[in-house]
């Protein structure tokens, strides 16, 4: 079986530029998150969906919004990027949302962004 | 608000050897799970073993154990017979109990392990 993939696995934008990241989970898995890992750092939590409704919002800018489709899989897209947003960005799919027991998060291998 | 400290930025240890990484966490909840994720240089974050905060027996996998302290709010990890594969970054995680999938991540602790 296919794990969580992302896409593009690099990428390169200038300051005041728009990205969109994209996630496919894991089939079966209905609950997305996303992660902003910068250099050195444990990663962040920036957005949780699941069955298309966002159902959590870490302390990011109203520049980073994020959608699910119908099939699961998540964009996530980023607004008049700054310097500070090149990070890797990590999407972790679940096959429920917050569940008891084993709802363990499988990780995909991230997008690498670089904002020159 | 939940915290995770991870005090140890970078560790070492001889191949076949112990080493044992800290993680200290504050929370007021008293539900919760703790984690331990590997990332290789390759960048995936592999889950190395899961705690729950209810159960107090420790967890293990294979050669990896936990050491949880609930009272003392401490959960470390112990790598038994250590391999030159477990060099990589190691991140301590807290996910409360309900309705949520956030983790909430320490700053991690990098692995050396020399032959």
């Known amino acids: 079986d296919a794990g969580v993939t992302q896409s593009p696995t690099h990428l390169i934008k200038t300051r005041g530029q728009q990205v969109t990241l994209r996630c496919s989970p894991i089939s079966g898995h209905k609950s997305v998150s996303w992660y902003q890992q910068v250099l050195g750092q444990g990663p962040q939590f920036i957005f949780q969906y699941y069955e298309k409704e966002e159902r959590g919002r870490g302390n990011f800018p109203d520049r980073f919004s994020a959608r699910q489709f119908p099939n699961y899989s998540s964009e996530l897209n980023v607004n008049a990027l700054l310097l500070g947003d090149s990070a890797l960005y990590l999407c972790a799919s679940s096959p429920t949302l917050g569940a008891r027991g084993p709802n363990e998060q499988f990780f995909g291998p991230g997008t690498r962004l670089t904002v020159l | 608000a939940q915290t995770v400290t991870q005090s140890q930025p970078e560790m070492s240890v001889q191949e076949a050897e112990t080493v044992t990484l800290s993680c200290t966490y504050d929370?007021?909840?008293?539900?919760?799970?703790l984690f331990w994720y590997k990332q290789p240089p390759s960048r995936q974050m592999i889950l190395v073993i899961r705690?729950?905060?209810?159960?107090?027996q420790n967890a293990t996998e294979n050669r990896f154990s936990v050491n949880f302290q609930k009272a003392a709010k401490s959960f470390s990890l112990k790598i038994s017979d250590s391999q030159l594969g477990d060099a990589a970054m190691y991140f301590c995680?807290?996910?409360?109990?309900?309705?949520?999938?956030?983790?909430?991540f320490g700053t991690g602790t990098r692995l050396q392990v020399f032959p």
């Open positions: 929370t007021s909840e008293s539900d919760y799970y």
């Open positions: 705690q729950e905060a209810y159960k107090q």
């Open positions: 995680a807290y996910r409360s109990a309900i309705n949520t999938d956030k983790l909430i």
